[in-house]
């Protein structure tokens, strides 16, 4: 139990075109999912707080207009990264949390972006 | 969430067990410990997580100490598929934020 994909796996996409990925909780309900992004040789950055129904909650330094997100259900939420420009490639991972007493957090495999 | 502190890197030889410490001096009463590992250009997995009890799964055995300021993370038979970057974490268990350090990079040697 507790599977989260993503997709697609990797893109490549020219500069200024936007790019949209998904990420599911296949076999469980997430009432939160989280985004972040990891550089080369850095750790995980927590980019947003994603709550199904409701608009999502952005750290400082993440533009809410450049990095749509959207939870339009219990297990889907979608990371759209508008007008990509080379600075934007990166990892993308998300995570999915399972409520519960101790609300564990379970990763997707992660979408690696290419903006050429 | 409070900070935590663990070693750049460690190596184990394959077959022995691998023991990562992690120091959390600053732990508050409702902070779980948590661990992930990632392996290179994977997501995170979750691996174990802890209150004040010691824990096993069957991926790894969670020691921690009786005044909560430190805790080992054990596998106990280590295999080259376990080579990753492992991270210590503490949280809140109402909170959601999961703040990812630098992580101690196992390698595991033949």
């Known amino acids: 139990g507790a599977v989260v994909s993503q997709h697609p796996s990797w893109v490549i996409c020219k500069s200024g075109t936007s790019v949209k990925i998904e990420c599911r909780s296949l076999d469980f309900q997430a009432t939160t999912m989280f985004w972040y992004r990891q550089f080369p040789k850095q750790s995980l950055m927590l980019m947003a707080t994603?709550?199904?129904?409701?608009?999502?909650?952005?750290e400082q330094g993440v533009e809410k207009d450049k990095f749509l997100i959207n939870h339009a259900s219990l297990t889907l939420s979608t990371l759209t990264v508008t007008s990509a420009h080379p600075e934007d490639s990166s990892f993308y991972i998300c995570?999915?949390?399972?409520?519960?007493?101790?609300?564990?957090?379970?990763f997707g495999p992660g979408t690696r972006l290419l903006v050429l | 969430d409070a900070k935590t502190t663990q070693p750049t890197s460690m190596d184990c030889a394959e077959g022995r067990a691998a023991n990562l410490p992690c120091n959390h001096s600053t732990i508050s009463g409702n902070e779980y410990v948590y661990w992930y590992r990632q392996i290179h250009s994977q997501g995170p997995q979750y691996i174990i997580h802890?209150?004040?009890n010691n824990e096993t799964n069957e991926m790894a055995s969670l020691i921690i100490t009786e005044d909560r300021k430190s805790s080992t993370l054990i596998l106990p038979h280590a295999t080259l598929r376990d080579t990753a970057v492992y991270y210590c974490i503490v949280r809140v268990v109402l909170g959601y934020q999961l703040t990812f350090g630098k992580g101690t990079k196992l390698s595991v040697i033949p």
């Open positions: 802890g209150l004040k």
């Open positions: 994603s709550n199904e129904g409701s608009k999502a909650t952005y």
């Open positions: 995570s999915a949390e399972r409520g519960g007493t101790t609300e564990t957090q379970y």
